[in-house]
């Protein structure tokens, strides 16, 4: 199915076009992603890297380029042409979402310029944080070389991604980490949420590569429980 919308894309210079500025928006947002966990958990100053604000405003652009392009084709070539470029508009905006949350950890950043730990949450953080790293890397690479195995095998492997994050969020929510400040506390309940969300977004952007238009951000259960 993806190697079927990636030859349509490819066809036609206005989805061409629009496929790659889909995949350089895919590359802001996961340095974007990279930049955001460095401020708030690896620097202790009160001096942030604003830049990350410029990126967010070439995704902003970028999202409405890329719909611009995909209506300007459709309406030239007909509704024999909507669902290809209906996919690539549903992935703008997962990705217009990740620079959301990105620039969102930013300003945790700035409001809590100690560098941010996970205290007894700390493993599941550092683990949560490298598999969020990983899915960026493996999905670009799915999606290029229209790989649907791979992708069945990213949903799979990092499901445990989004409950885990609920659950830790709900104990720090019920106190349960008495070490912690309330300011931490609040901190991380946040972070823990915006790393799910970014999570989510990523696993939606997954399921288009094997899932049709009508189940994209869907779980493909028929094909993962078989991996």
């Not at 889909?22 to 958990?41: C, D, N, P």
């Not at 598999?131 to 095998?153: G, H, M």
Request: charged share 30%.
């Amino acid at each position: 199915m993806w190697r079927k919308i990636l030859d349509i894309w490819k066809a036609d210079n206005l989805l061409e076009q629009a496929w790659q500025r889909s995949y350089e928006m895919i590359e802001i947002t996961h340095q974007m992603f990279l930049e955001a966990v460095k401020t708030l958990r690896e620097t202790d100053n009160t001096e942030v890297d604003r830049s990350i604000w410029e990126k967010d405003k070439i995704i902003n652009r970028y999202t409405q380029q890329v719909r611009r392009q995909v209506l300007t084709h459709c309406t030239m070539q007909g509704p024999t042409e909507l669902p290809s470029g209906l996919v690539l508009v549903v992935i703008v905006i997962d990705i217009e979402r990740i620079g959301d949350y990105t620039k969102n950890m930013v300003d945790l950043a700035i409001n809590h310029p100690k560098k941010l730990k996970g205290f007894s949450y700390e493993d599941d953080l550092k683990e949560i944080e490298t598999a969020v790293k990983d899915f960026f890397v493996r999905l670009k690479t799915s999606i290029t070389n229209s790989d649907e195995v791979e992708a069945l095998k990213l949903l799979k492997e990092y499901e445990w991604i989004n409950p885990t994050c609920d659950k830790v969020a709900i104990k720090l929510i019920k106190e349960e980490g008495k070490e912690i400040s309330a300011g931490d506390a609040a901190t991380l309940v946040l972070y823990f949420r915006w790393l799910k969300r970014i999570n989510s977004h990523l696993r939606n952007m997954t399921t288009s590569i094997v899932n049709p238009f009508d189940l994209i951000g869907f779980q493909p259960e028929d094909h993962i429980k078989d991996i």
